[in-house]
Every structure is written in C-alpha cells, then in structure tokens.
C-alpha cells in the first residue's frame, strides 16, 4: 500500500501535469486569437477615417477582443469565414463551441476561418465568460465579442440577438448560409463549407477532396 507521502508525490505530479496541459491548450487559443485580430487590424488600416460604404458582409461585421481592440472582418476575404453567433448564457452555444472544434482537422490547411461571436456584453462577467471558453471548455477556435455595429444591428448580421446562429461568408466575404436555432451538426457544416472552398480554390487551379478527414457521422462544426 503506498505511503501518504507517495500519494502526495502523486497528486503533486497531477496537479503539475493537468496545469502544462492547460498551458499548451491556452498558447494554441492565443495564437488563433492573433492571426483573427492581426487580419482584423489589417482590415482597420485599410479603411481608415469615414471611407467608402461597405461593399460586402465581412465590410460591416465587427468583432472585439478582451481588451477592447476591435476590427471588421475585411481582412479574412480569401478565406471562408464560418461564424458561430452565440452567448455564454445558451447551453446550446457551449455545445456549438465544442463541435466546431472538432471540425478543425477537417478542414486542416483549408483557406477556412472559425470564429465564436459572443453577445455577451464585454463587461466583467463577459470576459469571464469568454475566458471560460477557452479555460473550462478547452476550445481552440478564436472566441470574440460582437462589436459595437453587430451588437447595434446595423451590420450586415442585422438583428443579433437571436442566438444560436450560424453565419457562413463566402472568400468575397458575402453571406452564403444564415441559419438560426439548435445544434451545429459536424457532416451538415462540413457539406456547406466544402462547395464554397472549392469555389474559391477552383480559381486557384486547386479543389480540396470530397474524402475531408474527421467529418464521419459525429455533431459538430467548422474549420481553422
């Protein structure tokens, strides 16, 4: 029977091992997180001041980070943009949240971007909430707040309080799917994303195969 002080080694070793792991998974969020907000900063730059009316979806959808900085999705046209609209406080968009991590390796080097979009309000409780994504539920994906035009309902999202909703932008950055309510389903995601990725890489000379990796028969979502 082992001693006390050997059962103390080993929950020291646990703790220590449970806290690397959330480490890494954490250096993997922040990572995602940055390449978004460094394609949104590229679209903030690019329309500086009042500019022109914008000309497609991505122009007027903006998101915000936990410290405030905040950008349109402009700057991610020439990829796919999967966008998961949810709030912390719908149990239906933690499992969304889950499922759309599962649907990374799917579209693994894929011109797609996956992004959780909270409504929450970026207060305190917000930002715990947002934490909460990434710490509690181990997601991977990049987790956003909606900005101020999505949360005021004047960009392209129009009213965004209706949630769960899944919005797909196309590479030109218009809205190809728009669908609200329930359970993201992983196969049902993966069937819409593929035609608009192969739209894309089609021009490129390019087309992603139809045997996609990870999609058999599960729940779940989008891609990275």
Same mark, same amino acid.
């Given at each position: 029977?082992?001693?006390?002080?050997?059962?103390?080694?080993?929950?020291?070793f646990?703790?220590?091992?449970?806290?690397?792991?959330?480490?890494s998974?954490?250096? %993997?969020?922040?990572?995602? %997180?940055?390449?978004?907000?460094?394609?949104? /900063?590229?679209a903030?730059?690019?329309t500086?001041g009042?500019g022109?009316?914008?000309?497609?979806?991505a122009?007027?959808?903006?998101?915000?980070?936990?410290? #405030?900085?905040?950008?349109?999705?402009?700057?991610?046209?020439?990829?796919?943009?999967?966008?998961?609209?949810?709030?912390?406080?719908?149990?239906?968009?933690?499992?969304?949240?889950?499922?759309? !991590?599962?649907a990374?390796?799917?579209?693994?080097?894929?011109p797609?971007?996956l992004?959780t979009?909270?409504?929450?309000d !970026? !207060?305190a409780?917000g930002?715990?909430?947002?934490? #909460?994504?990434?710490?509690?539920l181990?997601?991977?994906?990049?987790?956003?707040f909606?900005?101020?035009?999505?949360r /005021?309902?004047?960009?392209?999202?129009?009213?965004?309080?209706?949630?769960?909703?899944?919005?797909?932008?196309?590479?030109?950055?218009?809205?190809? %799917?728009d669908?609200?309510?329930?359970?993201?389903?992983?196969?049902?995601l %993966?069937?819409r994303?593929?035609?608009l990725?192969?739209?894309?890489?089609r021009?490129?000379?390019?087309v992603i195969?139809?045997s996609?990796?990870?999609?058999?028969?599960?729940t779940?979502? /989008? /891609?990275?």
């Amino acid at each position: 029977m082992p001693s006390d002080r050997t059962i103390s080694y080993r929950n020291d070793f646990t703790q220590l091992a449970l806290r690397a792991r959330a480490r890494s998974a954490s250096l %993997v969020t922040q990572r995602l %997180v940055a390449f978004a907000l460094a394609a949104l /900063a590229i679209a903030a730059c690019a329309t500086p001041g009042r500019g022109p009316a914008a000309s497609t979806a991505a122009d007027s959808i903006d998101v915000r980070d936990e410290h #405030g900085k905040e950008g349109t999705l402009a700057g991610m046209k020439g990829r796919v943009v999967v966008i998961d609209l949810c709030a912390s406080s719908v149990a239906a968009c933690n499992v969304n949240a889950r499922i759309l !991590d599962a649907a990374l390796a799917a579209f693994h080097n894929a011109p797609v971007e996956l992004i959780t979009v909270l409504i929450d309000d !970026d !207060d305190a409780m917000g930002k715990a909430a947002l934490r #909460g994504y990434r710490d509690v539920l181990g997601v991977r994906h990049a987790v956003l707040f909606a900005g101020s035009r999505v949360r /005021a309902g004047t960009s392209a999202l129009k009213d965004a309080t209706y949630v769960p909703r899944l919005v797909i932008l196309d590479a030109d950055g218009n809205v190809r %799917v728009d669908d609200s309510g329930g359970v993201v389903n992983l196969q049902g995601l %993966v069937d819409r994303v593929r035609p608009l990725v192969d739209e894309r890489e089609r021009e490129r000379g390019f087309v992603i195969g139809t045997s996609g990796p990870g999609v058999s028969g599960a729940t779940g979502g /989008a /891609a990275p």
